[in-house]
């Protein structure tokens, strides 16, 4: 199992980017996938996750009507599609999954990627 985030890099407040996690060695479908992000001195966070065989999704609620999860499962990749960002947005973004049949939310995961950083400048 394979994860490798991409898309990330500077961007003004109020602009968007867009990261993808491209996943090998398993497919998206049977797994719930997530978002984190890690900010300098701060704890890990959830962002946002998705399972595609129950259709569940979540946001924190910082991020909630800004960032959109979705997936491609051709490609088997997930994207995370984050406008309007803040500075406070600023992280070490992570993808991450985990086998089961239902559910993203409140889980451990279980696969990481290596992470790709966000900066939002003000």
């Known amino acids: 199992v394979q994860l490798v985030e991409s898309g990330g890099g500077l961007v003004q407040a109020g602009g968007s980017l867009r990261l993808s996690c491209a996943a090998s060695?398993?497919?998206?479908?049977?797994?719930?996938i997530g978002w984190f992000r890690q900010a300098p001195g701060k704890e890990r966070e959830g962002v946002s996750c998705?399972?595609?065989?129950?259709?569940?999704?979540y946001y924190a609620d910082s991020v909630k009507g800004r960032f959109i999860i979705s997936s491609d499962s051709a490609k088997n990749t997930v994207y995370l599609q984050m406008n309007s960002l803040k500075p406070e947005d600023t992280a070490v973004y992570y993808c991450?999954?985990?086998?089961?049949?239902?559910?993203?939310?409140?889980?451990?995961?279980?696969?990481w990627g290596q992470g790709t950083q966000v900066t939002v400048s003000s």
């Open positions: 991450a999954a985990d086998k089961r049949l239902y559910g993203c939310y409140g889980i451990r995961y279980n696969y």
């Open positions: 998705t399972h595609k065989s129950d259709g569940s999704t």
């Open positions: 060695g398993f497919t998206f479908d049977d797994y719930a």
